[in-house]
């Protein structure tokens, strides 16, 4: 008899690169303390050749030098210069590949610098070029800011309810209030200003203790 040959033609995966993004810190960090960025590389319809870049936000920093995937050898090769990471992928196999990245945060303990910094990468050549990956981590541990408050005092003149104060006789004293409690008491006026301890963010009243000592 004859032999009967079949011909399946399956059209091969398109190369693709894409990227995850996490870190091993559960998203937050101390003020100058350390942790690691891991980025995921996911090629398909490989081998493939491109870059993938990664750029530290400001504040995190990350020491110069070669990162690499042990699996991956020399078709995998990452370096850190200037907190800038630059993957080169030459003629990578398919396959799943990471590259972890030790970061340091910012240590100044400034209250700005505790926020959310969130850390991008992306393809920058060949294969799934454009696509990303996010992460965020937030700095903790930075100073308390100091409170702010504001006096907003009406005068009257027609009305014996508001009374203006001279403090250049002496010092008043004042409860400081939110909706009738005091909360704070024996704040002293004095030369134009005052003294507050541990009061909360809000809204408060001043309420003068004895409005006719004001004159």
């Known amino acids: 008899g004859g ?5 399946v033609n399956t059209k091969a995966a398109a190369p ?3 990227l995850t993004k996490v870190n091993n810190t ?3 960090v101390a003020a100058g303390g350390s942790f690691n960025w891991t ?3 996911n090629v398909t319809g490989g081998p493939v050749s491109g870059v993938v ?3 530290l936000p400001a504040g995190m920093t990350t020491t110069n030098g070669t990162k690499t995937d042990s699996e991956a050898g020399a078709a995998l090769s990452c370096s850190a210069a200037s907190n800038v990471i630059t993957c080169a992928l030459t003629n990578l196999a398919n396959g799943s590949y990471t590259v972890t990245i030790p970061v340091t ?3 100044s303990t400034a209250p700005n610098a505790c926020t959310q910094y969130t850390n991008s990468v992306s393809v920058t050549q060949g294969p799934g070029q454009g696509a990303q990956a996010s992460d ?3 700095v903790t541990g930075c100073e308390v800011p100091p409170g702010r408050i504001r006096i907003d005092k009406l005068v009257d003149t027609t009305s014996d309810a508001d009374v203006v104060y001279d403090d250049s006789g002496g010092a008043f004293t004042f409860d400081l209030s939110s909706s009738g409690t005091p909360v704070l008491v024996d704040v002293a006026v004095a030369g134009g200003s005052f003294t507050t301890r541990s009061v909360a963010p809000g809204k ?3 309420i003068e203790d004895d409005p006719t000592a004001s004159g």
């Open 3 to 7: 032999v009967t040959c079949t011909f």
């Open 16 to 18: 693709n690169v894409s």
């Open 26 to 28: 559960n998203g937050t």
């Open 39 to 41: 980025v995921g590389i």
């Open 53 to 55: 870049t990664d750029t």
């Open 105 to 107: 945060a910012p240590s």
């Open 136 to 138: 965020s981590v937030t």
């Open 204 to 206: 408060y009243t001043l």
